[in-house]
């Protein structure tokens, strides 16, 4: 039982470029999220799935775009890089809504 | 949409002693709170959590109270161990009708001197 799974762990992305994060969970959770954690701003919602087949914006979309592909995955796009996109890019799932997250280790992200 | 501020930004306390971190929030529909700690390099993990139907809960050397009047909550650390140093988010999340992710205050570190 992995839990939650990042792929990559580090990216450095010239601007301009595209990349996707992927995130896996297998633990059977209907809610994912995606994060983004910036030096003394906490962590901030940039998009979430309550179920399969849906997405919602969260409070940081602009520049993102996501896809849920199934149950289990749940992937962020960046389709032309910028550095106020340099962060660490956190995914996470639940049951459902106002249970327990549970986070992945990240990927920390820089766009130069 | 929900806000929420969280003190102090840092606490150094002694081993042994306790710890106290303190989070407002202002959206009176938010029915969920969790803590979670985060050591570096690593994921934020869940320590404990309150639900609004609840004034106090209490797990070994943690404690969450809340206060919906004054809608605050607050976690408590007794006996604090150096393996408590880290990083502490609160959260808070409405169900009812909110976005469904949290809305996190901006965290606390936490340095435990021995």
């Known amino acids: 039982n992995a839990g939650v799974t990042q792929t990559p762990k580090f990216q450095v992305l010239k601007t301009g470029q595209s990349m996707t994060l992927q995130c896996a969970q297998d633990m059977n959770h209907n809610s994912m999220y995606w994060y983004r954690q910036d030096p003394g701003m906490g962590l901030r919602l940039i998009y979430y799935s309550a179920s399969e087949g849906t997405t919602d914006k969260g409070e940081v979309p602009n520049g993102y775009n996501v896809s849920r592909l199934n149950k289990r995955e749940f992937s962020l796009r960046l389709e032309s890089a910028a550095p106020s996109q340099t962060s660490v890019y956190f995914c996470?799932?639940?049951?459902?809504?106002?249970?327990?997250?549970?986070f992945g280790p990240g990927t920390r992200l820089t766009v130069t | 949409g929900e806000n929420v501020e969280q003190h102090p930004s840092t606490l150094s306390v002694q081993e042994g002693d306790s710890a106290v971190i303190k989070c407002t929030y202002s959206?009176?529909?938010?029915?969920?709170f969790p803590w979670y700690k985060q050591e570096l390099g690593k994921g934020p993990q869940l320590i404990i959590d309150?639900?609004?139907?609840?004034g106090e809960k209490k797990d070994q050397r943690i404690a969450v109270t809340l206060n919906k009047t004054a809608k605050h909550f607050s976690l408590h650390i007794t006996e604090t161990q150096p393996e408590d140093s880290a990083v502490y988010f609160c959260?808070?999340?409405?169900?009812?009708?909110?976005?469904?992710?949290?809305?996190f205050g901006k965290g606390t570190h936490l340095i435990i001197q021995p």
């Open positions: 996470a799932s639940s049951v459902t809504r106002d249970y327990e997250q549970y």
């Open positions: 959260a808070a999340s409405d169900s009812g009708g909110g976005a469904d992710g949290l809305t």
């Open positions: 959206d009176s529909a938010s029915n969920y």
């Open positions: 309150i639900r609004s139907n609840v």
